[in-house]
């Protein structure tokens, strides 16, 4: 637990009802203690809800029961918040976990790959994936580098890019009703 | 209620067809919309439910990913629903994340009192239908998605379906009421039809009418029995009708036999009592009614010696009724003769009477009759022929009749005295012997004038007497008439007028003979008066030359006459002076007559009066005589025949004045038509002796002493009498005299007049 965020004493509670002033996310501003900046703790939550509105092709998991993993790759920045918030949650009978991998080729079995700012070579870890895995990165460039969506900041706010053609190519079902709440989809 | 029980059929099916169709419409669309709007309810409740559903699923990702935006335009979409007031959805911390409003609706989103399950669901609150709904992840809350509905449009739908309830309604009652003309021709048709042969039947009472059958249903079975009841009716009604007439021909029968008895009985020329058999009045005709001076109301029920009071004429001793004589003894009873009635009133009326009996068919006494009669008329006949014939009987006159043959049927006291035969002689002789046998014609004219109807007056004849004698008579013959109103004979009254005749015949022979002298006395007369005329008138020629030469001597020898001589020829002037006027006034006398030719002119009295003061003026103031009068006449005469007449009058008076001063008064008044003058005056007057002789000509009663012609009074007498009038005088010696004399029909105006 983090005793930082007094505010919610339930972690799984905040994944879901993210309070409006969470909203309102200061870019740069530094994060207190060990807690992430309110960015990452909305970004972890969409991360979750991401997962609500995916449906992956049936090679995607091993078996019904396999768990669908959120991989990190790169330097995590929602310590904690992401493990609170994923814990005892399940979608369509897979429970979610969280991997974190600093190098190397990204294991089979992630169903979600956040890409986190520090890596560098974006467009080759892509490119490196196989089908079945929803690409989460940072930054506009992330979709130009194949990724299927993107977080970006507008007027202060957490807002996400869809590029349908790079989930369709990952065999990636989105649902009409992400696209609808993304800022802008790519076909 | 009692208006609708009294609304002929036609109208009371219309009434309940009308009533029924919008009774059923009303009820039915009543339900409709009371089940609608429940069955609505429940739909709308369904229905907002499942577009809560939708709304919330829609926006789960918006809410999932902080998008109040895609929220807010997933909300918007709901602007579709013009019913929904405002759509919200709240936080799972009870804020708005994203609403809808209604544009222009004051609503807004409700509060939401606490998170809690229970408070999901829809829910009518007042006018409004608010459905909430969870919105949810993964079976996870994460807001709560609110709609307030309102519920217009059940009012809506209510109002629509009352409008088109309404509009059937109408529709329904307009086809109802066309319906209702074919159903009133089904229905009230025959019930009317029925009800008219009613009405017809009791109105006309012919029971032969029939009602038509105009269905097979109850109402046909209806107009059946009615028949079947009218020819029952009928055939009891002739039956009915049949006896009835007879009964009323019967009674008519004898009401008629009565009414002619009592007619008859009222309009018989006799005064009819009838009574019951104790002699009280039942009946009384309306010549009784008159005769007792007594209204029928008022005899009726009376006793009939109550109203039926008799006397004896002559022994004013009451007489007992008859009827009480025929009540008595059973038979007819005439009257008494002279028996007075005495009315009610008073009056006393003579009459003749007779009473019987009444009786049944088994001879037994009903009542009693009374007729009487008044025979006022015939006992004045009786009285007036009495008269006439005691008349005929002592009159002087001749009177007798015969028969269109001239036999005698009749010859009173008079013929018998005039003609010497006896009435026993004369009656049943022809009546021929009367007349001379050279009149025998004239007596079958007389005869054949008297056959044609003429009366004949007057007419004069000669008759014989008995004895051969002839008489002048004068008969007046009128013919007799039968009681059949034709000529049977003549009545004759003959006056015997032979003195008459006689004494006619001397008068006019002594008038003949006086008419002869006057023409000779006339003819004489009118000589001597041109003799006298053509004499005064001649002599004046030689009288004025003895004058002249008389006077001539005087002044051609002044004073050589001797005392004799002188004296003489002073004599032959006065003789001669005298003679001219003695001439002079008869010739005035003789031209008073002469002058009738000329034409009158109207004459003032006063004037004239006037000119004779004028004339006399001299011997007036000398005598001092005063000459007054009334006021005058205007007369229609000759002006120069008046002033002579005056002038004479009023000269004599002042001549033969007394001592005293002669006090003279003209006056005049209206007697008995004719004017009458009167010269009054004091003077020594006249001695009646003399009254005649004063007015002959040259009659003087003075010698010389007072000079005069003798001609004056004899022209005022003249020309009074040549008016007409009279002239006369009243007066005694030294009393003074009074002339008096008329003047008939000859003034203009009166004296009276002219003032």
Same mark, same amino acid.
């Given at each position: ?21 969470? !909203? !309102? ?9 060990? /807690? ?31 768990? !669908? ?16 918030? +994923? ?9 979610? +976990? ?7 080729? +990204? ?13 560098? /070579? ?17 930054? /506009? ?36 009703? !992400? ?9 | 209620?009692?208006?609708? #029980? ?59 990913? &902080? ?23 709240? #936080? ?38 608010? =459905? ?11 807001? @709560? ?7 217009? &449009?059940?009012?809506? *739908? ?44 009791? %109105? ?23 028949? =079947? ?9 002739? %039956? ?62 009376? $006793? ?12 004013? =001793? ?49 009542? @009693? ?87 004949? %007056?007057?007419?004069? @004849? ?56 006057? &023409? ?8 001597? %008066? *041109? ?58 006398? @003789? ?19 006037? $000119? ?144």
């Amino acid at each position: 637990m983090n005793p930082g965020f007094r505010q919610r004493p339930c972690r799984a509670l905040f994944a879901a009802l993210l309070p409006a002033a969470a !909203l !309102l996310v200061t870019l740069g501003s530094p994060a207190r203690g060990d /807690e992430p900046p309110l960015e990452y703790q909305v970004k972890a939550a969409f991360l979750l809800n991401f997962t609500k509105f995916v449906q992956w092709p049936p090679s995607a998991f091993a078996d019904d029961r396999a768990p !669908l993993a959120i991989c990190i790759r790169g330097e995590d920045p929602f310590g904690n918040t992401l493990d609170e918030i +994923v814990k005892g949650e399940a979608v369509n009978g897979h429970e979610l +976990v969280v991997q974190r991998m600093a190098r190397g080729p +990204v294991p089979k079995t992630c169903q979600v790959l956040f890409v986190a700012k520090s890596e560098k /070579e974006v467009q080759r870890i892509l490119a490196d994936l196989g089908p079945g895995v929803l690409t989460v990165g940072e930054g /506009e460039k992330f979709i130009q580098d194949g990724g299927i969506i993107a977080f970006v900041i507008e007027d202060r706010r957490v807002r996400f890019d869809i590029a349908q053609s790079a989930a369709a190519k990952a065999r990636i079902t989105i649902s009409s009703r !992400l696209m609808m709440v993304a800022r802008s989809v790519e076909k | 209620m009692h208006l609708f #029980r009294d609304m002929p059929i036609k109208q009371k099916l219309l009434g309940i067809i009308m009533s029924v169709t919008a009774a059923a419409l009303l009820l039915s669309g009543l339900g409709i919309v009371i089940a609608d709007s429940v069955l609505f309810r429940t739909a709308m409740q369904r229905d907002i439910s499942a577009l809560a559903q939708i709304v919330a699923d829609n926006s789960i990702a918006a809410l999932a990913f &902080e998008d109040p935006k895609t929220a807010t335009e997933t909300l918007g979409s709901l602007r579709a629903r013009p019913h929904l007031v405002a759509a919200c959805i709240y #936080r799972p911390n009870r804020a708005i994340f994203a609403r809808y409003v209604r544009s222009g609706a004051a609503g807004e989103c409700p509060p939401v009192s606490a998170q809690g399950s229970q408070e999901d669901g829809a829910r009518f609150t007042g006018a409004a239908l608010l =459905v909430r709904r969870p919105i949810a992840l993964n079976g996870r809350r994460i807001g @709560t998605l609110v709609l307030l509905y309102d519920l217009d &449009e059940i009012a809506e *739908r209510a109002r629509l379906y009352g409008q088109t309830v309404l509009v059937i309604l109408l529709v329904s009652s307009l086809i109802a009421f066309l319906l209702s003309s074919w159903l009133r021709a089904i229905i009230a048709g025959p019930i009317s039809q029925l009800a008219n042969a009613t009405r017809l039947v009791s %109105e006309t009472r012919d029971y032969s009418i029939r009602a038509q059958k105009l269905s097979g249903d109850e109402l046909g079975a209806l107009a059946d029995g009615f028949n =079947v009841m009218l020819t029952q009716i009928q055939s009891q009604d002739s %039956e009915l009708r049949k006896a009835l007439l007879a009964q009323e021909a019967a009674l008519r029968e004898s009401q008629e036999v009565r009414d002619s008895l009592r007619t008859t009985l009222a309009s018989i020329g006799d005064a009819v009592i009838s009574t019951d058999a104790r002699g009280r009045v039942v009946f009384v005709n309306s010549i009784a009614q008159s005769m007792l001076r007594w209204a029928e109301a008022g005899i009726v029920g009376k $006793h009939l010696d109550e109203v039926f009071q008799i006397v004896n004429e002559f022994s004013r =001793v009451k007489v007992e009724s008859p009827i009480a004589q025929v009540l008595r003894e059973g038979r007819i009873v005439g009257m008494a003769n002279h028996t007075v009635l005495i009315a009610k009133d008073g009056t006393e009326i003579p009459i003749d009477d007779s009473g019987a009996p009444i009786r049944d068919e088994h001879g037994a006494i009903q009542g @009693t009759v009374l007729v009487f009669r008044d025979v006022t008329a015939r006992r004045r006949a009786d009285e007036t022929s009495r008269l006439l014939a005691s008349i005929v009987q002592s009159s002087d006159d001749a009177i007798y009749s015969t028969d269109l043959a001239g036999v005698v049927t009749s010859w009173n006291r008079g013929a018998e005295r005039i003609f010497g035969f006896s009435a026993k002689e004369m009656i049943g002789q022809s009546i021929s012997i009367v007349y001379p046998s050279d009149r025998q014609q004239e007596l079958s004219g007389v005869t054949s004038r008297i056959g044609a109807g003429e009366r004949i %007056e007057h007419y004069q @004849t000669i008759l014989r007497t008995q004895n051969g004698e002839f008489l002048n008579v004068s008969l007046t013959i009128s013919p007799m008439q039968d009681p059949l109103a034709r000529i049977a004979g003549a009545s004759v009254v003959c006056r015997n007028i032979t003195e008459q005749v006689r004494a006619a015949d001397r008068l006019a022979r002594l008038n003949a003979d006086l008419q002869r002298s006057n &023409e000779v006395l006339a003819l004489t007369n009118q000589d001597l %008066e *041109r003799f006298a005329f053509i004499a005064s008138h001649d002599l004046q020629e030689p009288l004025r030359m003895i004058t002249a030469y008389s006077q001539l001597l005087i002044k051609s020898y002044p004073g050589e006459f001797s005392g004799d001589a002188s004296v003489f020829v002073g004599n032959i002037v006065d003789g001669t002076t005298r003679m001219r006027e003695l001439l002079s006034d008869l010739l005035a006398y @003789t031209e008073i007559r002469s002058r009738d030719q000329q034409p009158a002119e109207a004459v003032d009295l006063n004037v004239v009066i006037d $000119h004779v003061r004028q004339n006399l003026k001299a011997s007036m103031d000398e005598s001092g005589a005063e000459v007054t009068s009334d006021r005058l006449p205007l007369l229609r005469a000759h002006g120069s025949h008046f002033e002579p007449l005056f002038q004479n009058l009023i000269g004599n008076a002042i001549k033969y004045r007394s001592a005293q001063p002669p006090r003279i008064h003209v006056s005049v008044q209206e007697v008995d038509g004719e004017l009458r003058f009167a010269v009054s005056d004091n003077g020594i007057g006249i001695d009646p002796e003399y009254h005649q002789q004063i007015f002959e000509v040259f009659r003087r009663l003075h010698g010389r002493a007072i000079p005069g012609t003798g001609v004056g009074l004899a022209i005022c007498q003249r020309v009074v009498e040549r008016y007409g009038g009279r002239i006369w005088v009243e007066s005694k010696a030294g009393q003074g005299s009074v002339f008096w004399f008329t003047l008939p029909h000859i003034a203009v105006r009166s004296a009276k007049e002219d003032e």
